[in-house]
């Protein structure tokens, strides 16, 4: 499918923008005439996808479907002068039947269906509304995406990804407990994620281990075996353990890297950036990540040989518990 409109990109405002020189609707004003008709898209997304802003599950499941739907791209394969797959191009949602029911893409069905109805709505492409819809969702935890560049050029940046986990929660690698967040803050962009994922597994939230699921430090938490992994993997480890007191940094390679996945498979030349239209989010405050209540600098698997766990102060009360995320 051609991705030839609109970058739904969450951009800070820069220099190389143009003055804004036309009239939307509603006197809302943007660079590129072509971008006023994502205003609509926005309204609409606003009241009747996310809730009015809020950040529930249609919010985390439309930032994990831009990641679903670029990821399916290889370098390599067009090398070999083999087709490597579009990016960011909207054939999840396209071919839902047959890309929603790949393992890799287990549960995103339902978000794909959801969102489907509003891009018809509005005509724009898949790709299109797939990377804005991703970008509104953003919004409501305060970050922006910026452009870059188009290929992965480093074992961190799958780490830069994962950030995406810190407002994750599962509902299908354990059917039996849907909800089951990824840490003990799963609505905010915060580095608690990066330091609970290094503790000590001790349980499993639901049934038992499952395919995918390592064993959690706390009751009620979810752990994902790769981020298991990749967090005391010695090409990454260090990656990970940096954001725990960084972030600064964790919220500029979050943006970098999303950046990139949106228009993966395209040259951004090609493309209209409207990322003007994304409102700006009010500032907030992020706490500093600590120990869960109950643990302790014993409990941590520290995996980065550079530079030494950092010094947490442990949150006060009795053993901490997660409660499952309710559903939107």
């Known amino acids: 499918m051609s991705f030839k409109a609109i970058v739904a990109l969450v951009t800070l405002a820069v220099a190389t923008y143009a003055a804004p020189s036309h ?19 926005l309204d609409d997304l606003q009241a009747n996808l996310f809730d009015g802003g809020e950040c529930g599950e249609e919010t985390h499941e439309s930032l994990r479907l831009t990641f679903h739907d670029a990821i399916g791209f290889s370098p390599k394969l067009f090398r070999e002068g083999k087709f490597g797959g579009g990016g960011a191009d909207g054939s999840i949602m396209a071919f839902a039947q047959i890309e929603t029911n790949f393992h890799a893409n287990i549960g995103v069905d339902e978000i794909v269906e959801t969102q489907r109805p509003f891009a018809l ?12 819809a991703g970008a509104v969702a953003l919004r409501r935890n305060r970050h922006y995406l910026r452009p870059h560049g188009r290929c992965w050029v480093h074992p961190n940046e799958v780490v830069d990804l994962l950030i995406s986990h810190t407002v994750a929660a599962q509902d299908h690698v354990d059917p039996t407990i849907p909800g089951t967040p990824f840490d003990s803050t799963p609505s905010k962009f915060d580095a608690q994620f990066f330091v609970e994922t290094l503790l000590v597994g001790i349980l499993f939230p639901g049934n038992g281990s499952n395919v995918g699921e390592e064993l959690s430090p706390l009751g009620g938490e979810f752990r994902l075996q790769s981020d298991a992994e990749i967090a005391r993997d010695p090409r990454t480890a260090c990656e990970w353990q940096s954001f725990i007191t960084d972030h600064t940094s964790m919220v500029s390679k979050f943006e970098r890297v999303m950046s990139k996945l949106a228009v993966l498979g395209h040259n951004p030349a090609d493309l209209i950036d409207c990322s003007e239209v994304i409102p700006v989010p009010a500032a907030v405050n992020i706490a500093a990540a600590t120990l869960p209540a109950g643990k302790s600098r014993a409990d941590v698997q520290a ?13 006060p009360g009795p053993a901490t518990t997660i409660a499952p995320v309710p559903p939107s």
Do not use: M, Y
């Open 303 to 315: 995996a980065c040989a550079a530079t030494p766990f950092p010094t947490l102060s442990t949150a």
């Open 121 to 132: 709505k509005h005509e724009v492409s898949f790709g299109d509304f797939i990377q804005f």
């Open 23 to 41: 009239t939307c609707g509603a006197g809302r004003v943007v660079s590129n005439a072509a971008c006023c008709k994502w205003f609509d898209v």
